[in-house]
């Protein structure tokens, strides 16, 4: 069995709650930073190493930008929060 093999892979990366128009992504996630390469904003053109959910080089800044622009075209979920962790069901009385 060789190295690449014994690796697990990263389960897909699935985005969370679009935000409203003017609120904040909330990118926390490490596959949004690609460390290696920059690669031009899909929006502004400049260089960034930030990465959408789907792998789109964006600034989060244009992407936040271009949700409040976009409004209804944004809840097509082209840029979208990180999706939030499950509870782990401490301090949680409804089933």
Do not use: Y
């Amino acid at each position: 069995m060789t190295r690449t093999e014994r690796k697990k892979e990263k389960p897909p990366f699935e985005p969370g709650l679009i935000p409203a128009p003017g609120e904040l992504l909330d990118w926390r996630d490490n596959q949004h930073f690609d460390r290696w390469q920059d690669r031009s904003c899909a929006l502004c053109g400049r260089p960034t190493p930030m990465r959408s959910h789907s792998g789109e080089p964006v600034h989060k800044a244009c992407a936040e930008d271009w949700i409040t622009a976009n409004p209804v075209e944004a809840r097509l979920g082209r840029f979208a929060s990180d999706a939030k962790p499950k509870p782990n069901g401490q301090g949680d009385d409804h089933a």
